[in-house]
């Protein structure tokens, strides 16, 4: 780190927090903590949402994953493009969520099933993501730590500071700072400032790295690799054991399933201005993305390329060097990535990406802050009150919250010792609460069958299934760890008994994408069927869902956009509808002419491969056209990520304009603050 990094990472922060300045004045009541008083544009939630969801510790995972799986996992990735642009441009599950004006998806179930629900549904949601959000600050803290060659300790005077607890500290603490100062309203502008850095630094550092290593070293290692293990090939895959294609395709069926499950960044589904800008906002997801993927397809494998050429060997022993000063297994493997970029990157590049990283960081911690607290009050407290709290005292419990969850955070990264990849662990965790709120969700908002009970039976199977399944990974890991048995419960097994218990989960127990996967079957055949016989027994009557959708009689003004393209039947079979105007269409069509290229390209693929006579396992023959057509697609999608960064720069600083300027000329809704009377 030279004065030059520095300099730019102080630059990024204090950019931010000016950012933040700039909008405490705007958020008056208790819609516009939780929601940005729902005046959000497409190009502000689409960029805002993303890095939100990206984070310091999502960069860290994906270089874990794409260092294992290489380009192959992408192939498989392919798969979910057509379930994922059937979600996106139907607004699938999103649109009708912004439709009900619910302030949480809680808030929803109460309204479309119960209060007890509600309260029920929160707790798992809260208790599910506070453990899932437990490592975000350990892991974000450990690559600061490696990628800015910090020492373990700070020796003040006589004091002698830990540094690792000290980064979690300073970096949470701006993030609290940036909920408390304003809201949804904060987190969204600083969100979209960092969103648009973030994604022209991956393009810089993309490129950068691709000339310097050069694709002809990246082919010479990637056809080096064993047979079932390789890099470029996804039908010689076979031996890849967590990332490869039943991981992407459990992904691409919880595309569907899975839409809005996870409430890290619920705020962001109830903020848009309308529920046909929300879903915009998420076609827009499609072409956002294509910085973000090329940088996190692309640099594993440069990494991978570094650690195995012998002309980069000087490098990979420095950073093997590096490395070997960590004791964890699993925290050396989510810190190959970013010690091998420090040591790769030039000045400037570097400073550049550490600003990125602090970024990310925060965008995500202050995002998922603000999404916990306001799950538990607006979800577990408020519905035990027989009245609304007054606004001065429901934005201080808000509040108050946001430090509760930083403290807790705080201390379970300080004491949890990871075991496994972190996109593992993010499946199983989150698997507690998503395995189930799928069935209940789509029932909810789609069916006038679905029932109350139904609810109730899906969730309390999902929850016992997957609470299980984590509940064995940790037992196992600690037995693994220091022969305890989850300190000594098992003792009375006998060390050879607690042994072979030990090996059998191990060995039987599916990874938490698995685990997904089976909670998701399981708990939709549950809803379906605990529903159709209430209904065939007479025992349901079917739910008013126009009133839940305000449609109709129910209809709320300014809640539907007037479009400016009439719209036949064959354009409503491409879900272009009444509300889209010129430009919403076109965007509509150059999304689908991208994605199912995309499709057509993996279904040619498929066929081709599938049909070739392979002696022994042997695909060396095939090794030349895949590489060809990853540099390709490579070099396609930098480019196409050039014209989208300038794109919705330009339209992201509109609509903060837009937002910023309406929350001034709105009178606060006092009384809209997710109470259901």
Known sequence: MTTLDWTIIVIMYAVIVAAVQLTRGRMRGVADYLAAGRLAGRYLLTISAGIAGLGAITVVANLEMGYEAGFSQYWWGLTTAVVHLAVMVTGWVTYRFRR???????????????RRFRIFAGSVAFGAGLINFGIFPAVGARFFMHFLALPEVWTVGPLAIPVFPAVMALLLTTAVYFVLAGGQVAVMVTDFIQ????????????????????WGDVGEVMTQTAAGHSKINPYDTGFVTDFNFSYFMIGAIGLLYGAMSWQGTQAYYASARTAHEGKMGGVLTLWRNRSQETFLTLIPILIFTVMRHPDWSGVADEVRGILASIDNEAVRGQMRGPVALATLLPRGLVGAFGALMVGAFISTHNTYLHSWSSIFVQDIVLPFRQKPLSPRAHLRLLRGAVIGVALFIFGFSLLYKQSQAILLFFALTGAIFAGWSGAVIIGGLYTRWGTTAAAWVASITGVTLTVTGFALEQAQRVWREDGTAFWGLLDWLGPDNAEAWAAAVNTHLPNGQILWGWAMWICTALYVLVSLGQ??????????LDRLLHRGAYEIEGEVESGTVPTSRGWRALAITGEFSRRDKFLYLATYGWSLGWVLVFIAGTVFF???QINDGDWSAYDSLWLGFWHTKLWLELAISAVVIVWFTIGGVRDVKALLRGLKERDPENQDDGFVS
């Not at 991956?202 to 490129?207: D, E, G, I, R, S």
């Not at 209904?535 to 008013?544: A, D, I, L, Q, Y």
């Open 100 to 114: 009900t004006r619910a302030l949480t998806l809680a808030e929803f179930f109460e309204r479309r099933y119960s």
């Open 195 to 214: 969103g648009i850095f973030v994604n022209l630094v991956f393009l810089a550092v993309a490129l950068f790295l691709l000339l310097k290593i050069g």
């Open 535 to 544: 209904k065939h027994f007479g025992r349901h009557e079917s739910f008013n």
């Open 610 to 612: 599938l049909t070739r």
